[in-house]
């Protein structure tokens, strides 16, 4: 694995500075996806919970949610909402393909840009107003980020035009994928059990599967209508995940 690949994940995804020669490629991008997740997480739960405790459990929410539109250059968000457009209508490969190029956003666009935004918050409020709360958001952005990297596991279809998709298809082996799935499962109970509260690790583990199962469904709903993946369906994948992996946790919480 390339030793610029964390730069150049970083480069793309992140707003943090990087050096310019990390933009050189992008072969490292999504194979170190989830490790950016790891320090976005981190920075997103700790506004979230100085928010929550200094204001209250609402303001903590849209702090951090917001401080993760500003970090990601609301990247994300723009592929969610370009890839609703593409997808919501009825209409042919060709044309979904040109309007999401396009990067206005349309009516299907926006509606499913505020309702998942609104879903992230409103479920990230009732997480933050119990204890621990805060490590769902940290496993909600991670999970976002390993959904992006599925798409860069070999034999995964690129759309057609899509650039981004291009320089990133099959960067990430199968079992790179794995290890990134074992190092979120260590992570999770290594969490709970220093919390002292081991059913939390199952409580997270079964809500970073409902994540990436809604990726998995955008992805293939792309695939059928799109021809492949792009990089708005990666973003829009790792915003479905991330609303998935809170709504989950929320539900789960007593």
Same mark, same amino acid.
């Given at each position: ?49 100085? /928010? ?29 909402? @370009?890839?609703? @457009? ?11 393909? $040109?309007?999401?190029? $396009?990067? @206005? ?14 879903? $992230? ?10 204890? @621990? ?56 109970? /290594? ?46 994948? /790792? ?16």
């Amino acid at each position: 694995m390339r030793l610029t690949g964390p730069l150049e994940s970083a480069a793309l995804l992140t707003v943090l500075p990087v050096p310019e020669r990390a933009t050189a490629s992008m072969r490292g991008v999504l194979p170190w996806a989830p490790a950016v997740g790891l320090v976005l997480g981190g920075i997103a739960a700790a506004v979230a919970v100085l /928010g929550a405790r200094g204001i209250s459990p609402l303001a903590g929410a849209v702090l951090a949610v917001g401080a993760l539109a500003v970090l990601t250059r609301g990247l994300h968000l723009d592929g969610l909402a @370009d890839t609703a @457009d593409g997808l919501g209508p009825l209409r042919a490969r060709e044309r979904s393909l $040109q309007v999401m190029h $396009q990067g @206005d956003v349309g009516p299907f666009g926006v509606v499913a840009l505020v309702l998942t935004v609104l879903l $992230q918050v409103a479920s990230l409020a009732a997480l933050l107003a119990v204890d @621990d709360g805060w490590l769902a958001l940290w496993t909600a952005v991670v999970v976002a980020r390993l959904a992006m990297a599925r798409t860069g596991l070999p034999g995964v279809p690129t759309a057609e035009g899509s650039s981004l998709g291009g320089l990133v298809a099959g960067t990430v082996s199968r079992g790179w994928f794995a290890g990134w799935l074992f190092v979120l499962a260590a992570l999770l109970g /290594g969490a709970a059990l220093y919390l002292g509260d081991p059913p939390l690790a199952a409580q997270l583990g079964g809500s970073a599967v409902a994540g990436l199962l809604a990726a998995e469904v955008l992805h293939r709903r792309a695939r059928a209508r799109l021809g492949g993946v792009t990089g708005d369906v990666m973003g829009a994948m /790792g915003e479905a995940a991330t609303a998935a992996v809170l709504l989950v946790a929320a539900v789960a919480v007593p």
